[in-house]
């Protein structure tokens, strides 16, 4: 039997309906009943036999961070996907980050060992990847992470995971990570992620940052994960990029897939910099949740560009491009959005 954790998530509600899709036996963990639902949504863009599917995967509630609940989520695994991950760039988060996400890791990798589990993927990000001072330079899995370097908390946290993850294989675990850049895919509209940025679009960007990043289609992701577990390819790491793509380039593509205004106005780096000292005065003075970090700014007119070749050339791989992503999942936006009007 297959584990997923972070089923009610992007990538882990796709990927369970891959599995299933492919007659797998699944059982998926979730922390909340009503993220559940999220998970039917997903499904329900590419089946009508949504019921069906659904109660077909072996839900167990449980918390990475809980050992005696995890101990019954593992009872007969042979192959694991942990997914699950706690995302935010809150520099005042920075604990739970690394509850979640480095001991939730661990957690999952020790379990892995005593129940002899037959392979890992974790799900990881190119923010744990280390960048080129020369922006014009490729960013690969060979680039090394810098600790001195101005790290989100996120980051932080997601290489601190991927050490849980190589200790791990030191100790006898079969292991793959995937570092996927900004993941596009249906759903998730209203919980962060790529999913928020079509929605903010849709009601009006006024500002676009000239930053580039990696993106990827959510169903690259599932389909590089699944056959890299079913290949015997272990304890190698793989970046998961269609396009490097300026955020600016993003935005006017997702505008016009929705018929919107683009946003017409340059945030430049100085008022970036305005913005998330603002931001921290409000969170300091009357507690307001961070929404612009330091590094987040700097990461929005920063160029990082990424290299996509390893996982094209051991899986023969190709990339849907990014358009059609965007085509594809500004439709899925538009649909939902038609449902709920």
Not at 54 to 74: G, S, Y
Not at 261 to 270: D, H, I, L, R, T
């Amino acid at each position: 039997m297959i584990l997923v954790t972070g089923g009610t998530g992007l990538v882990g509600s796709h990927l369970l309906f891959k599995l299933l899709e492919n007659g797998e036996n699944v059982r998926a963990i979730y922390r909340r009943e009503k993220t559940l639902e999220r998970v039917k949504q997903v499904f329900s863009y590419f089946s009508d036999n949504v019921d069906d599917l659904f109660n077909a995967i072996d839900w167990v509630e449980a918390n990475v961070t809980n050992i005696p609940q995890l101990q019954k989520a593992f009872d007969s695994i042979t192959k694991v996907y942990h997914c699950a991950a706690f995302v935010s760039f809150e520099p005042d988060k920075y604990k739970t980050l690394r509850k979640i996400n480095i001991e939730g890791t661990a957690n999952i990798v020790n379990l892995c060992i005593s129940h002899d589990v037959k392979k890992l993927c974790y799900v990881s990000s190119i923010a744990a990847i280390g960048h080129h001072a020369n922006p014009k330079k490729l960013i690969d899995e060979q680039t090394v992470w810098n600790p001195e370097d101005d790290n989100s908390v996120y980051a932080i946290t997601k290489y601190g995971a991927e050490l849980e993850i190589w200790r791990g294989t030191q100790e006898g675990l079969n292991a793959v990570i995937v570092n996927p850049g900004v993941i596009l895919g249906g759903g998730y509209w209203h919980t962060g992620g790529s999913g928020s940025l079509f929605k903010q679009i849709k009601n009006g960007m006024p500002y676009y940052t000239t930053g580039i990043t990696g993106y990827v289609d959510v169903w690259d992701v599932i389909n590089c994960m699944y056959n890299l577990m079913n290949s015997t390819i272990k304890n190698e790491g793989f970046i998961l990029v269609s396009d490097n793509l300026s955020f600016k380039d993003f935005q006017f593509m997702v505008a016009e897939i929705l018929e919107v205004q683009p946003p017409k106005k340059e945030a430049k780096p100085w008022l970036l910099a305005i913005a998330w000292r603002l931001d921290w005065l409000s969170f300091k003075l009357f507690g307001k949740r961070r929404s612009l970090s330091k590094q987040m700014a700097k990461s929005a007119v920063s160029i990082t560009k990424y290299n996509n070749s390893k996982i094209k050339e051991t899986l023969n791989f190709q990339f849907k491009p990014i358009k059609i992503s965007v085509k594809e999942v500004g439709k899925l936006f538009l649909e939902d959005l038609n449902k709920s009007s």
